[in-house]
């Protein structure tokens, strides 16, 4: 086959067979197609975009490119989530245990923070000694008889998606919907589950900014999911201001471990219970979402959840003492508050702002090579719609270098909005699609 | 700079600063910029295309990528002709001498033939030590002596073209008009010419298929031409059936010879003329388009062109006893007629079907690397209008080697038409544009 016919048929809006993308992707993988063809190509799917049909088999073909993970030997509904990241968005850490203790299997494969967006690993990786590399082997050994697993990507699974994300990296290709979307499900579905659920953020701290691409990216992995017959369920969630009071990997660790004894913050508790919730009922295992919702409050109060995130901590080689003393989380040796310059309402807190802001202090990587500081920070004790006085604290900074700390004022200042008018306050759930 | 934000400010359709495209184009040709974020950059162009200043600016950093010759000091209106390819597309062989005759300077810089259509520089290779290869200085010199110089593209001329056409190639970026039409000025516009005349041949043959997308072309070299002062002017050509009575390398040169005596076929002389005519017209050496053909026809009648081609000839090492004795150009060992199935009349004679048997001959090349056959070839008897009986001669197949007799056959007999409608004759001059 000549790669380049195959670019010029999708410059010229034709459609695809599934098995000239299977041997674009497999030669690809093999370094038989060199990044400039496929860099054309990808600019190509840019603006001619891809079918369903096509997007199945460009799923399935870096799906395929490495190991995909069997379950199906493990007795319950194998169900993951996965966001398409924010700020403050600890919700993993709190949704994975609660859905066990639901009685689900959750298998989850989670990534790295990087820019303004943090990650799940390097927030389980703040609790003393957790160890989010196991071996497949172990990681079916959890989800058997815990119910869960919380590991990285290993490097056998979707290696096409792997070189593909770079060479869309450096080639202005990221920022496209049906590519977006097949890396994320040619990942998820590496894990063995039955159906997945996915969170969806919109606002100015979510790769997307507005709520019609974001329905977008939705419904094209709904409809990847049904040619690989794996349902999928998609909430639209805010992220026009950070999720819950905490930005930065151990305070997101306390405020995930009080969220699971019943006593987090209300925005974080609620999209927590929503998403549990879809992934019940994509499941089968939900006849009423309000009482489903009502039972998952329920084991959030009566320690059921917090016991299955002892349970996995103590297995992948963490300290499960943290979850009833913080203390022995990593603290940052100083903390300084961040007081209002003016009286009034905070109309609006720029999640993209304060996610750089909180990168600058070292909680997050502006490249993959930088490295983190987990006990660094932000604690947020005014939210938009709250009213303050002048001079009163809206946050605290907690910080071991001091080196940014005047930069991190200054965007934490332009991030945050003081005025005289009480904000609406949207809803947190934008949109439910399946 | 960062390229890739060039990339998505292109991918975006915003307007590229000619400081930026330069700046790509030079770190292209010094290797800093890879291929693969070229190729993503060249597909993003043929989505939206450039304006006018980014084409100026563009074309202005691949010719200065290399040496851009000045030929200011050599007295005379220095204007070449280029055109886009075509099957029996001999031209160039008796434009340079009567554009010379006429009285201009012709610094002309040719290339090679590929696929179905044939290159100047093979044709003259025919020429028994006939040798394209020559200094800038011995061109110079040549130009200003005799009025022209007949050589091969140097690898000093254009060379951010030279690679880029290469990654064009493999990334189905080939059929752009921005990229075309900047490929073509950046290398013309290195031979320090004051102008240029352009043949965009369209139909069967042809690079462009329809008028419009000839238009198109033509229209953008001479947007190009204005940002770099270098008036450009276009003739919109016929390539259904090809030009002239020969196809093959050495049999165009006795065709050739043929017309630059006066006695040529009427389309191969009407074209030539019209295209001098043109030459004449943009360097201002033309009051009156119909005496100005007269004069052009006369100067091809009383062997003054014929002696410009023979002087040349000669400086550049050939035999110019080959203007009078075609016996000593390459001969094919064998000719076969291939005679008319049917009587009626010759409907359509499909130019690249022809230029493909000939290339199958061993008259062309399939990839860069072959090497040709300059005696093999075809000699037309009837063109597209000329009324056949069954069993009587349409051409001549002249060969060397048998083994590809039948393919030829079989394509000739699929390219030519015979039918009982006379067909219309299509002008051979299609537009003009400037």
Not at 295 to 300: A, D, G, V
Request: glycine share 10%.
């Amino acid at each position: 086959m000549r790669f380049v016919e195959l670019i010029s048929k999708k410059r010229d809006g034709q459609e695809l067979t599934p098995h000239q993308l299977e041997a674009l992707v497999d030669a690809y993988t093999d370094g038989e197609v060199p990044d400039y063809q496929m860099a054309a190509f990808l600019m190509a799917v840019y603006f001619q975009s891809m079918t369903s049909t096509e997007l199945g088999a460009w799923t399935g073909a870096m799906l395929h490119s490495g190991q995909v993970l069997d379950f199906s030997d493990i007795i319950g509904a194998k169900v993951d989530k996965h966001s398409t990241g924010g700020v403050g968005d600890k919700v993993s850490l709190i949704l994975a245990p609660l859905a066990v203790a639901a009685g689900l299997k959750v298998p989850m494969i989670s990534g790295r923070g990087l820019g303004h967006t943090g990650g799940t690993l390097d927030k389980l990786e703040s609790i003393p000694g957790f160890d989010v590399n196991q071996s497949v082997e172990r990681f079916k050994e959890l989800v058997d008889t815990i119910g869960l697993g919380l590991i990285g990507q290993t490097k056998e699974i979707a290696p096409a998606d792997k070189k593909l994300y770079a060479l869309r990296d450096v080639t202005a290709t990221v920022e496209c919907i049906p590519l977006i979307a097949s890396s994320i499900m040619s990942k998820k579905l590496a894990e063995g589950i039955d159906s997945l659920v996915l969170d969806v953020k919109v606002g100015s701290g979510a790769f997307m900014k507005d709520i019609d691409r974001a329905r977008e990216l939705g419904q094209t992995m709904i409809e990847i999911g049904a040619t690989m017959d794996r349902p999928v369920r998609v909430l639209i969630t805010d992220m026009d201001q950070p999720l819950g009071r905490t930005v930065g990997n151990s305070l997101e660790v306390i405020e995930s471990l009080e969220t699971l004894r019943g006593e987090g913050p209300e925005d974080l508790t609620e999209i927590t219970v929503e998403l549990v919730a879809e992934m019940l009922n994509v499941s089968g295992d939900m006849t009423d979402r309000g009482s489903a919702k009502m039972r998952l409050r329920e084991l959030l109060r009566d320690g059921t959840a917090m016991n299955v995130f002892a349970q996995i901590i103590e297995e992948q080689g963490g300290d499960p003492r943290v979850c009833k003393d913080f203390s022995l989380l990593p603290t940052a040796s100083n903390q300084v508050e961040f007081t209002a310059w003016d009286s009034g309402f905070v109309e609006a807190i720029d999640a993209q702002g304060v996610g750089i802001a909180a990168m600058q202090l070292g909680a997050g990587r502006k490249t993959k090579e930088d490295s983190i500081d987990h006990a660094v920070g932000l604690v947020f004790h005014k939210k938009r719609g709250a009213s303050v006085k002048s001079g009163e604290s809206l946050l605290t900074i907690h910080y071991n270098d001091d080196k940014n700390l005047d930069d991190v004022h200054e965007r934490l200042k332009a991030a945050i909005s003081i005025g005289n008018t009480e904000p609406e306050q949207p809803p947190l759930i934008l949109d439910r699609l399946q």
